[in-house]
């Protein structure tokens, strides 16, 4: 089974780091990739905002409660539309074109080791305290507990 990538960037050179940095988010698959970079309209995102909004769409559907989930960027105008079928094959298109596929498990791996990656690497510049730090470690926290 082909297997779904996802990863999030922090876009440089905006000043002193802030919770309403923007950043892109890239998909790739079997069949092609997708991002929010590159595009005009610019269809950045809030990135540290964003992620926490992803781990959220995608933990019922991950956990079998739902068959179809759909992310939209903060701020932007980017989307991804995950659906799972019958046989727990979860397909991830955007704009109408298939991206590719995987298995429910492959993508809670894959989501799980970015925003980790992101909350370790990135938001490791934001003040504690702040509110994206707080909802990036919540959603991290529920999505955890449905797959760990």
Do not use: K
Request: aromatic share 6%; hydrophobic share 45%.
């Amino acid at each position: 089974m082909p297997v779904i990538t996802l990863s999030f960037s922090v876009r440089p050179e905006q000043g002193e780091a802030d919770e309403f940095d923007l950043g892109d988010v890239m998909c790739e698959g079997e069949r092609g990739a997708v991002g929010s970079a590159g595009h005009v309209p610019d269809q950045g995102m809030m990135i540290y905002l964003s992620v926490p909004s992803l781990l959220d769409a995608l933990r019922p559907l991950v956990a079998g409660e739902m068959t179809t989930a759909s992310f939209v960027g903060i701020g932007s105008s980017f989307r991804l539309h995950f659906r799972r079928d019958r046989d727990a094959v979860v397909t991830v298109s955007a704009n109408g074109t298939l991206v590719g596929s995987c298995r429910p498990g492959e993508l809670a791996e894959v989501v799980l080791r970015q925003a980790v990656r992101l909350e370790r690497n990135l938001l490791s510049r934001l003040p504690a305290e702040s509110g994206a730090a707080r909802d990036l470690a919540s959603s991290l926290e529920r999505f955890r507990a449905v797959w760990a």
